[in-house]
């Protein structure tokens, strides 16, 4: 099993790191480069927990080889505030409406929304629901983290 | 991940054919799609492979062509990529529901087509409406290629007629002419990112109040995914009254041999077969009654 050298864009910053074969993105992203964001929870496509985006889509890191990421734009949930901290406005709509209990799921989810409302401007509550079904919460019942979305796609179509 | 293997990243097909020629063992070495099922397998240690040759972005295994009156998929075209193109409406209904109930966003995002072929699970979901819509594969290796139709691929539980050398490049089907219509159907424990239970698709034709070709393919009741030539064979030729449509459901349900697992009884699942054939046979006949193919 040789190292690697994978080369690709992380949170909009050039990297270049030397991963084994058999290297989860999961694993470079939490414990290489320190984002722990992005949860490690089933580690078997089925939570959502490990979401982040590659070249603007949501995939699953726990499912994904390091060496994938080769020339990829790979953004996870500490990429999504704007410059100087600001929050996206999905995030905001989570404080908003108290979408987040014990907060494992909460990456995910906000990376699954953010990635819907870029495609679906407002979504409707049926498309929320669909669109969020790989990604499990179990403290919330879902209501909350439904309205965020819902809300902040009105917000943004509002605000254009 | 706990599992050890080499990972070779061929820039082209030809160059992962070359790898595969050089295999000798049929375990050492597997091409990996997506990976969500190659992955998931690894990391149980379900398969141990010392090599994986990644092929799921080969630029060779990619696109989507319609033309001289076929759809044709790259094996490495991926659920959504399926889901987001112009020109679905095309490639089959059954097939577009297959892909909209298929797991979920992320999944769908890397899951491909081949993948889904090749894994020789009884519960892939594209299966049935590719059976259904005379789906043929093309198996390429560094010597040449070959095509057969998706009904002679699988030999048996995860096992079918691929060399451990070939790569399963491309999948095409005649492009669904109008006065055909097609469905599928999963039955699952939830909406969402559940495995299938019962996977029903069908394909009629329609000429002059007459069926003039039917398929029926089965998904999770039986080893493999299959088609119920008896049932089909009822119907061809013969105007779908509501009496023939229950024989060929009874015939689908007969054929079917289900096992009892943690999702469902075998019992339950047979009589699904019956309930969903006879279901979606009514839809697909009436909606050709109307003129609307859905
Ligand atoms: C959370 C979750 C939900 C899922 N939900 C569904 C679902 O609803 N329906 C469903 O059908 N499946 C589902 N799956 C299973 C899986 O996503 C699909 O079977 C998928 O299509 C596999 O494709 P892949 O590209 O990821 O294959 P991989 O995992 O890369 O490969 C699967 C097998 O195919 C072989 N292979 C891959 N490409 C080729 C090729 N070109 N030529 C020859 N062999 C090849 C590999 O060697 C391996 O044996 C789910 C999986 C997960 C993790
Ligand atoms: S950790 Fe990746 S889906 Fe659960
Ligand atoms: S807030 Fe706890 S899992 Fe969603």
Redesign the pocket.
């Known amino acids: 099993m040789n190292d690697r050298r994978v080369r690709f864009t992380l949170n909009g910053e050039p990297r270049e790191v030397s991963v084994k074969p058999n290297d989860l993105l999961l694993n470079v992203i939490r414990d290489d480069e320190k984002l722990t964001g992005t949860k490690y929870g089933c580690g ?3 939570c959502g927990a490990c979401t982040v985006h590659i070249d603007g889509r949501p995939v699953l890191a726990c ?1 994904e080889l390091a060496v994938a990421a080769e020339g990829r734009e790979i953004v996870t949930i500490e990429g999504l505030a704007g410059n100087g901290g600001a929050l996206d406005p999905l995030q905001e709509a989570f404080l908003d409406n108290g979408a987040v209990q014990c907060g494992f799921c909460t990456p995910g989810m906000i990376m699954m929304g953010r990635a819907l409302l870029d495609e679906t401007p407002e979504p409707s509550e049926a498309e929320v629901r669909d669109y969020l079904r ?1 990604t499990l919460c179990r403290c919330t019942g879902y209501a909350s983290i439904v309205q965020s979305v819902i809300d902040a796609g009105a917000k943004e179509a509002a605000a254009d | 991940m706990y599992a050890e293997f080499d990972l070779l990243t061929p820039a082209a097909v030809g160059g992962a054919l070359d790898e595969l020629a050089k295999v000798e063992n049929e375990e050492d070495c ?11 397998d690894l990391r149980a240690r379900a398969v141990a492979p010392k090599v994986l040759i990644s ?2 972005r080969l630029s060779g ?1 990619r696109g989507i062509e319609l033309g001289e009156g076929r759809v044709s998929m790259g ?2 075209v991926t ?1 959504s990529e399926i889901l987001r193109h112009p020109e679905r409406s095309r490639f089959g209904p059954a097939l577009i529901g297959a892909a909209q ?4 966003q992320m ?1 769908r995002n ?7 072929i ?2 020789g ?1 009884p ?4 299966v049935p409406p590719l059976l259904a819509l005379d789906a043929v594969v093309r198996l390429e290796c560094s010597a040449g290629s070959r095509e057969l139709p998706l009904a002679d691929y699988f030999t048996g539980y995860k096992s079918s007629v ?1 060399k451990p050398n ?4 491309r999948v095409w089907w005649p492009e669904p002419p109008a006065g055909s219509a097609s469905l599928f159907y999963k039955l699952a424990r939830r909406k969402g ?4 239970v019962v996977g029903v698709a069908v394909s009629l034709a329609r000429e002059n109040g007459i069926c003039t070709r039917a398929r029926i393919a089965l998904g999770a009741v039986a080893p493999v995914v299959e088609r119920v030539r008896p049932a089909e064979a009822m119907l061809e030729g013969n105007a779908l009254e509501p009496d023939l449509i229950e024989a060929a459901a009874r015939a689908a349900a007969q054929q079917s041999s289900p096992i009892d697992d943690v999702r469902a009884s075998g019992k339950y699942r047979r009589q699904q077969v019956f309930v969903l054939v006879r279901r979606l046979l009514s839809r697909a006949w009436r909606s050709l009654s109307e003129g609307d193919h859905p």
């Open positions: 078997i496509g089925e499912l790989g | 597997m091409p990996l799609g997506g990976g969500t099922n190659l992955v998931v092929v799921g295994l094996g490495a659920v109930v298929f797991a979920g999944v890397t899951a491909t087509i081949a993948g889904n090749c894994c699970s519960a892939a979901d594209l691929r070939e790569l399963l490049t990112d559940a495995i299938t």
